[in-house]
C-alpha cells in the first residue's frame, strides 16, 4: 500500500520534483527520485516492448526491486511473451507482476475475441487500462518508457506529471532520443526485442500492431488507419496527460 501521504497536493508535489531533478539524468532520476518523499512508492509499468529494454535494466541496476507490471492481453505476439521471461531471466529483476483483465470481464464484453475490429478503446479499456489501474491502486506513482520524440501527444512531457491530481508518473528517459536507445543498448549488450527486425519500431497487441515503412513515424504501425494513437493508460478523463499540465480535467 502506499505510504501515508500527509503533505502537500500532487501538482505541488510533481512542481517540486521537476524543478528538483531538471537538470539530472535519467539514471540520476530512477537514483534520487526512488528514494524522494515527494515521490512515494512506485511501480515501473512495462511492454516488454521494442525499447523496454533500456529502462527494465536501468531499474534492474539501480533498484531491481521495484515491482514491474507487466500487463499481458492475452493479444500479444508469441514474441512479446518469449521476450518477457527472457528479460525477466536475464536481469533478474525481483518483483515482476503478470497483470491480466477478469476472465469474466473479458467473456462478457469480448465473447469471440473480435472487439477490437469494431471498437479498439473499448477493447484497450478492458484488456489494459482497467487491469492497470487495479494493479496501481497500491502506488502513489509510476514508471513509464515514455519519450518526447515519439509522438506530438508526447512532445513536452517532463520527468514528473500530475495524473489527475491522484499519482505520480514518472518518465527518465523523458528527454532521450532514438540514438541515446541504440547506443545504450549497444553498450550494455542488451537483447532486442524480436520484432523490431522485422520492421516493428512500437509493438502493442498482434491484432493492432503492423510493420512501418521507411520514414513513418515509429508509431504508425499502432492501430493503423485510425485516429487512435495511445491505448488509454496515459490518459486522464480522456485526455492524454503529458508535460507542463496541472492536471488533466
Same mark, same amino acid.
Given at each position: 500500500m502506499p505510504r501515508d501521504l500527509n503533505r502537500n497536493p500532487v501538482a505541488e508535489r510533481v512542481a517540486a520534483?521537476?524543478?528538483? &531533478?531538471?537538470? =539530472?539524468?535519467?539514471?540520476?532520476?530512477? /537514483? =534520487?527520485?526512488?528514494?524522494?518523499?515527494?515521490?512515494?512508492?512506485?511501480?515501473?509499468?512495462?511492454?516488454?516492448?521494442?525499447?523496454?529494454?533500456?529502462?527494465?535494466?536501468?531499474?534492474?541496476?539501480?533498484a531491481p526491486e521495484t515491482p514491474v507490471l507487466f500487463v499481458d492481453t492475452r493479444m500479444l505476439f508469441q514474441e512479446t511473451l518469449d521476450y518477457q521471461r527472457e528479460l525477466a531471466e536475464k536481469l533478474a529483476l525481483?518483483?515482476?507482476?503478470?497483470?491480466?483483465?477478469h476472465p469474466k470481464k473479458v467473456e462478457f464484453e469480448d465473447p469471440d475475441g473480435t472487439l477490437h475490429q469494431f471498437s479498439t478503446d473499448s477493447c484497450c479499456n478492458i484488456?489494459?487500462?482497467?487491469?492497470? /489501474?487495479?494493479?496501481?491502486?497500491?502506488?502513489?506513482?509510476?514508471?513509464?518508457?515514455?519519450?518526447?520524440?515519439?509522438n506530438a501527444d508526447r512532445g513536452t512531457?517532463?520527468?514528473? /506529471?500530475?495524473e489527475g491530481d491522484f499519482r505520480i508518473k514518472v518518465n527518465p528517459l523523458a528527454h532521450w532520443?532514438?540514438?541515446?536507445?541504440? /547506443? &545504450?543498448?549497444?553498450?550494455?549488450?542488451?537483447p532486442r526485442h524480436p520484432l523490431?527486425?522485422?520492421?516493428?519500431?512500437?509493438?502493442?497487441?498482434?491484432?493492432?500492431?503492423s510493420p512501418v515503412k521507411p520514414g513513418e513515424d515509429p508509431r504508425a504501425g499502432r492501430w493503423r488507419g485510425s485516429q487512435?494513437?495511445?491505448?488509454?493508460? =496515459?490518459?486522464?478523463?480522456?485526455k492524454p496527460v503529458r508535460g507542463n499540465q496541472e492536471n488533466a480535467a
Open positions: 520534483l521537476n524543478a528538483r &531533478y531538471r537538470h =539530472h539524468s535519467a539514471t540520476a532520476v530512477l /537514483e =534520487h527520485a526512488l528514494k524522494d518523499d515527494d515521490l512515494g512508492q512506485v511501480a515501473l509499468v512495462s511492454s516488454f516492448g521494442a525499447e523496454s529494454v533500456v529502462l527494465l535494466h536501468l531499474v534492474s541496476v539501480i525481483c518483483d515482476i507482476r503478470t497483470i491480466r483483465a484488456r489494459k487500462v482497467e487491469p492497470l /489501474e487495479r494493479a496501481l491502486a497500491g502506488f502513489d506513482g509510476w514508471i513509464t518508457g515514455r519519450k518526447r520524440f515519439q512531457i517532463d520527468f514528473f /506529471e500530475n532520443g532514438r540514438e541515446d536507445l541504440e /547506443e &545504450y543498448i549497444v553498450n550494455n549488450r542488451l523490431v527486425a522485422k520492421g516493428y519500431p512500437s509493438i502493442g497487441c498482434a491484432p493492432c500492431t487512435k494513437t495511445e491505448c488509454g493508460i =496515459h490518459f486522464v478523463n480522456g
